[in-house]
Structure formats: C-alpha cells, structure tokens
C-alpha cells in the first residue's frame, strides 16, 4: 500500500466515490475542488441507476451489473461512516410495453436475466394493474425490474464528503492547488476530457416535482423519460441529451416538453407542483464508456472521468478498481474503459 497522501482532483461522483474508497481503506486523502461540490453534472436532481438490458451481453454491460449489486452495501457503509444519508433504495422500475412484438422481446429478456443476473434481480414481464403508480401501457402490460435503485445525487455527494471526513480525509472547497505530493487522481469532469482529448460535454435538463408519493414507489421509464421518486418527497423528471446549446446551465422548453411527456406517461404526477429545474453539461468520452487509468506521460497521476448518464450507476465499482491501482498497483480496469494514448 502507498504511504503517501493522494490529491483527488474533483468533487464530482467520481472524485468522491473514489477518495472515500480510498479514506475507506486507510489511505490519506486530500480532495481539491475548485468550485463547489457537485458543480457540474454530479449537482442534478435525477439520480437513477438502472440496468442496460439484459441481452448482448458485453464487458460493460457485465461491469454496470457489478457496481449496481454492489452499490446497496457500499453507500450503506458511507452513510455510517459519515452519519449521512444518501437517499440510496433498490426501488425497481416499470416500463411500459406497446405491443404484441414489445411484449415478446421483453419475455425473452426476462429469460437473459434469470442467466445474466444469477438470481440477484428479477426482470418481469407483468399485467398493469391499473394502479395510480403506474405508466400508461398501450397493451396493459408492464416490465418489471428488481435491479434499479435510485439515490438523490446532491445527498449522495455530501455523504461521501461527510464519510471522508469522518475517516481522517480532507476536502477543500474553492481551492485549486496544483502543488502535489504523492499520487494524484484527476476526475475533473468536461475540463478534464477537453484536456486529454478524450471528449466532451453534452447538455442535460431534468426538473423536480413535490409529491406525496412514498419514497420506495418503483421508478418509471419509457421513451427515455426517467420519473424517479425520492426520500425528500420529491420525483425527478429527467432528462433531455442536448449537443447543441446557447447557454449550458439555463433551462428552457425542451424541459417543458420532457415534463408534459411524464405527464402523459405517468397523469397521477398531473397537479404536482415544480420546485426545481436543473441543466448542466454532463462528461461524455468520445467511447461513451468511462474513461480510466494512468495519465499517459504523466507519472503517479491517474483519471477517473466521463461517467455522461451512468456516473452515479458505475461509481461503487470503478471506486474500488481505482483504489485496487493507486493502492496496490492492481490494474483490473476492462479494457473498453481503459484510457487511450491521444492527448492534447
């Protein structure tokens, strides 16, 4: 093991993820986060972390399937550490079938998972029942999955930053201090990808709504509308995937129609009032996997970026496997992942 400190560039999901893993397993840790916690993509409202489908199968999909069986024990061991709570269930989810032909290749995924998933969650084809929390489903029948969890991103990130604490850890707020000692991980988000010439950022808008709901009501998804409800009372409705824009943290009508979507998907949310809008520009590589490993040229510093849409989703696992190299020298990174040589 390494003895000395670890600087964590970033105080995003990635940055923090990580630097608790390390504080978690006896490393001194420094975060140095220039603006604020959470100030780019990490800062959203949504906080859904579902599975890809369970058929062609591949080392990432294989991957996101470790990190969310992972995630319930994980987070529950910074929530003690720190005295926090993330807002973390395993809620599940439903989605509605169209046809006769949806129908089919949902009951034929449900067989995948029963393989895939090895009996640590079920994937359903189901009857809608007609309950208020439930999509609208042109042929009365529902997926269901047991795997996807939710946890409220801006609750999430102060646990990990109260569970780094607690072990000894320090977190800098406003700081941008480049006079290093020891290993440095950089996890620095859109400036971060521009820097190795790995990719960019893409746009994403998503809102709350206030709602009596109870905070273990499953998700929804269709059409690529998330409703996510959460321990605060509120259900997030996200999001848009924007490449161009005017203004990357300004909200405009492409949120109004996401909402009135939801509404058409989900018309018990019909009447909920709005309480917060959200955008952000999000990292997406150029592979549009996670971006990992040693920085190329750049000796004992290592990156952790490009979490785009499922930052929250791979955190537990790519925690560990970067704590596994800076700690052990271990590399376990897959390869889809693994930081090429291109940079700028």
């Known amino acids: 093991m390494t003895s ?16 608790w893993e390390l504080a978690r397993r006896g490393a001194a840790v420094r975060v140095v986060e220039r603006a604020a916690i959470g100030a780019g993509a990490s800062g959203g409202i949504v906080g859904a972390m579902a599975p890809h489908v369970p058929d062609q199968w591949n080392s990432k999909k294989q991957f996101q399937l470790d990190s969310l069986l992972l995630a319930e024990s ?3 061991q910074a929530e003690v550490a720190g005295g926090s709570s993330a807002g973390y269930a395993r809620s599940g989810r439903l989605q509605p079938l169209a046809d006769d032909a949806a129908i089919d290749q949902a009951r034929a995924r449900a067989a995948g998972a029963q393989i895939l998933w090895a009996g640590h969650a079920d994937w359903q084809v189901i009857r809608a ?26 609750w999430a990130l102060a646990c990990l930053v109260a569970a780094i604490r607690a072990r000894g850890g320090v977190v800098d707020i406003g700081a941008d201090d480049r006079d290093f000692q020891g290993q440095v991980l950089w996890a620095t988000g859109i400036a971060g990808l521009g820097e190795l010439g790995q990719g960019g950022g893409v746009k994403g808008q998503a809102l709350a709504v206030q709602h009596p709901l109870l905070a273990e009501s499953p998700q929804i998804f269709a059409d690529g509308v998330h409703i996510v409800p959460h321990a605060d009372g509120t259900v997030a409705i996200g999001s848009t995937s924007e ?7 300004t909200t405009d009508n492409q949120l109004d129609d996401l909402h009135a979507r939801a509404l058409a998907l989900c018309p018990a949310l019909q009447g909920a009032p709005v309480v917060d809008r959200w955008a952000a520009l999000r990292p997406r590589s150029a592979s549009r996997a996670p971006v990992l490993g040693p920085w190329p040229g750049r000796p004992g510093h290592y990156v952790a970026n490009g979490g785009f849409k499922i930052g929250f989703g791979m955190a537990p696992r790519i925690a560990t496997i970067m704590a596994d190299l800076l700690l052990d020298g271990h590399d376990a990174i897959p390869d889809a992942f693994r930081l090429g040589q291109t940079t700028t």
């Open 74 to 76: 994980w987070w529950h």
């Open 129 to 154: 029942t007609g309950s208020p929390w439930e999509p609208v489903s042109p042929s009365g029948w529902l997926i269901h999955d047991t795997l996807t969890a939710r946890l409220h991103p801006r």
């Open 4 to 19: 000395g400190r670890i600087t964590v560039m970033g105080g995003g999901i990635f940055g923090l993820s990580i630097a």
């Open 243 to 249: 490449r161009n824009w005017s203004d990357a943290t």
